[in-house]
């Protein structure tokens, strides 16, 4: 209770943006939800006209221990990372290293072709917007899956429509693009992250479980249906040490995990949201032009309205059309979505949850939109 009053006083004095009789409102609104979830933890953090209006952390950091979940706790994203590798490759589009239009082929060092579609050339673009007709039938965690010279099962990895026509979510898609930024780059996937994003805007985080401060990370819970409790997922966190010792340029980049492997916490994510909302500047830092931030968010795969690696979506808050990402693994559950007109943005990031209540962060999302953003009429 003493610490949830300090961290409104603090949020109130920082962030004057909202009064003392809102947050106590959110924070009403987010503990009935929470309790309706059976959630371990939850952070979040608000963004209005350019800032962060609000943060908090509810629940536990580790349900075992009891240890309170904190603004500085790091979460495995999960998908949200995808915008991480897409924007690290759209600063080599513009750097004229690549382009979207490559052959995914000629990228990345083994041939990428559907076999009932030879002809056909699967693009950067493609594989950043799931067009590409790859799935994750073969699994995602290694290259060898649609490596011809690995795998004799390779096709299968191969959708029966043409590339570029049709649309499918496949994870294997950015684990091959964050290979593809290594072998551009020459830098390793998670060293060219930190240096070309996570630095320059001012970020903690990393897709390198050894390089953080593992002390800060909120242990992931995974729902076991047959003893009805949360479960710890320790691999969530998994270092992959020994992978790394003996790690391929240009071939180990799955280890990371450039599909979902970003651990940060809310707060560093909601400015790097800020970034994207701002098309490419956080504060007076510049890392993508507005050019490559908007096609980012454009829809590519118009009917799902998938970008690269941005999201758009009309019903998550009624009557805004919102970009972003979500996440979900290992039991955790992310949401990272912006309004570009308006200027408002919310992360909400959950480390484990049951809800019988279909809708995922969407309850979370809309309490704190209605409580510290919604003009009132």
């Known amino acids: 209770m003493i610490r949830s009053i300090y961290i409104i006083l603090i949020n109130f004095i920082l962030f004057p943006a909202f009064t003392f009789a809102q947050a106590d409102n959110v924070e009403a609104c987010i503990g009935k939800i929470m309790q309706q979830s059976d959630m371990a933890g939850l952070a979040v953090a608000v963004v209005k006209g350019n800032r962060i209006i609000y943060t908090h952390?509810?629940?536990?950091?580790n349900l075992e221990t009891k240890t309170r979940l904190t603004d500085d706790c790091l979460f495995r994203i999960a998908s949200i990372s995808k915008s991480f590798t897409a924007t690290s490759l759209m600063q080599l589009v513009e750097a004229k290293k690549i382009s979207l239009n490559d052959d995914v082929s000629g990228l990345i060092g083994f041939r990428v072709r559907n076999p009932r579609f030879p002809d056909k050339v699967i693009t950067l673009r493609m594989i950043?917007?799931?067009?590409?007709?790859?799935n994750d039938s073969q699994g995602y965690f290694s290259l060898d899956a649609i490596n011809p010279d690995k795998n004799p099962g390779w096709a299968k990895c191969y959708n029966d429509y043409a590339p570029g026509a049709g649309y499918m979510?496949?994870?294997?898609?950015?684990?091959?693009?964050?290979?593809?930024?290594?072998?551009?780059?020459?830098?390793?996937?998670?060293?060219?992250?930190k240096h070309h994003i996570l630095d320059p805007l001012g970020l903690y985080g990393g897709y390198c479980v050894d390089s953080l401060d593992q002390s800060r990370f909120?242990?992931?819970?995974?729902?076991?249906?047959?003893?009805?409790?949360?479960?710890?997922?320790?691999?969530?966190?998994?270092?992959?040490?020994e992978e790394i010792a003996h790690y391929t340029m240009g071939y180990s980049a799955p280890v990371f995990s450039p599909t979902g492997g970003m651990k940060i916490a809310a707060a560093d994510l909601a400015r790097y949201m800020i970034m994207h909302m701002n098309l490419g500047k956080y504060g007076k830092k510049r890392i993508l032009s507005k050019k490559s931030a908007r096609l980012m968010q454009s829809k590519i795969a118009k009917?799902?309205?998938?970008?690269?690696?941005?999201?758009?979506?009309?019903?998550?808050?009624?009557?805004?059309v919102l970009k972003g990402h979500t996440g979900s693994a290992y039991g955790l559950n992310s949401a990272m979505f912006f309004e570009p007109r308006e200027k408002f943005g919310i992360v909400a990031i959950t480390n484990g949850y049951h809800s019988n209540t279909p809708g995922g962060l969407k309850t979370i999302v809309n309490c704190l939109y209605d409580h510290l953003i919604r003009k009132e009429k």
């Open 57 to 61: 952390s509810y629940g536990y950091k």
């Open 128 to 134: 950043l917007s799931h067009t590409s007709g790859i």
């Open 169 to 193: 979510y496949c994870n294997l898609n950015f684990n091959m693009a964050g290979t593809i930024l290594e072998r551009v780059s020459g830098e390793r996937f998670d060293q060219y992250v």
């Open 218 to 241: 909120a242990t992931l819970y995974e729902y076991n249906t047959d003893s009805a409790r949360l479960i710890p997922a320790y691999r969530a966190y998994d270092p992959h040490s």
């Open 303 to 320: 009917q799902a309205g998938y970008g690269l690696a941005i999201m758009t979506r009309d019903s998550l808050i009624d009557g805004k």
